[in-house]
């Protein structure tokens, strides 16, 4: 498993309980993805490997315990025992990958929002002067290193001159403290110091496995490949409720965007995926993460037949 053993997880997140929870009382309805889901479940201690492998066979586990005494050798030995498992409780579940790394894509969107930590005051000093973002948004890990994740080699470089925020791509099954290190170095031009570690290791888990290229949802001329009719059904299942049947409900997008799923998905591909991917910061937007690729390609063909007209 790319991120090891998940009792570890746990014991961080306990770790980190009192600083998570004062963020959560500086600003409750922003916090509660990240601290609500993460802080007040009840995770369980560290779960035995040899249960963990019998789990996932549907056998009891098997365990070490000492046999009796023989009277006749009069020698202690030992054999191999079974045990009937015992029922996993509901507050038992461990918070899965996807989830973590659904919630590492929110913090690259935009982790102050998501934390609801007070934002730098200013724009960041690293950030080229000279452009039409706003100040407070020169902090998103997004507007660095954008929603393609290649920095000055991506979207971000042609919209930005100057920006020298590099690709992202080769930390993509990166050793996670590796992650965490450059994500915290002296030459990153970015506050990492003010986060919880939970949000700097959540965040690397993202960075490690959440990436994605276009091509597996756009060909070689911008158009999907996914089949639009299979994704009405997806659509109208997981978005329809707040986005509304012409998809012009309820969108929180970024600056410059029109009020249209439709032309969002048609003009801002990578921005579009992102989020479909991961949810939007502070919305109950679902993280469709847990569909195929394919799922998700005949989704985006679907929306981008919404609202034509919007150009």
């Not at 995770?43 to 035995?48: D, S």
Request: hydrophobic share 40%; net charge negative.
């Amino acid at each position: 498993m790319v991120f090891g053993n998940l009792s570890y997880w746990r014991g961080l997140i306990r770790s980190n309980w009192q600083a998570l929870w004062a963020i959560r009382a500086q600003r409750f309805v922003p916090a509660v993805c990240f601290i609500f889901l993460l802080s007040m479940a009840n995770l369980p201690a560290a779960t035995p490997a040899g249960a963990q492998a019998a789990a996932k066979s549907g056998q009891p586990p098997v365990t070490d315990t000492p046999a009796a005494a023989s009277t006749e050798a009069g020698k202690a030995t030992s054999e191999k025992a079974e045990s009937p498992a015992e029922p996993m409780l509901p507050d038992e579940q461990e918070l899965g990958a996807l989830f973590l790394t659904s919630l590492g894509g929110r913090l690259y969107d935009d982790v102050w929002v998501v934390t609801g930590l007070p934002r730098p005051e200013g724009a960041n000093p690293g950030y080229p002067a000279g452009t039409d973002i706003l100040a407070r948004d020169t902090w998103r890990c997004v507007s660095c290193h954008g929603w393609d994740y290649r920095g000055k080699d991506g979207e971000r470089g042609e919209a930005v001159p100057g920006l020298e925020a590099p690709s992202l791509g080769g930390l993509q099954n990166f050793d996670l403290d590796e992650i965490i290190s450059r994500i915290r170095t002296d030459t990153h031009p970015f506050p990492a110091d003010q986060l919880p570690d939970l949000g700097d290791r959540i965040l690397a888990m993202f960075i490690n496995r959440g990436q994605y290229s276009l091509s597996l949802f756009y060909n070689e001329n911008g158009k999907p490949v996914g089949d639009a009719e299979l994704g009405q059904d997806m659509f109208e299942g997981a978005c329809i409720t707040c986005h509304r049947l012409d998809g012009r409900r309820f969108l929180r997008g970024e600056m410059g965007d029109h009020s249209s799923l439709g032309w969002i998905v048609r003009n801002r591909p990578a921005q579009s995926v992102h989020k479909i991917m991961n949810g939007a910061p502070a919305t109950e937007m679902l993280s469709l993460r847990f569909l195929s690729t394919w799922q998700i390609a005949d989704l985006i063909a679907y929306i981008q037949t919404l609202d034509p007209l919007e150009e």
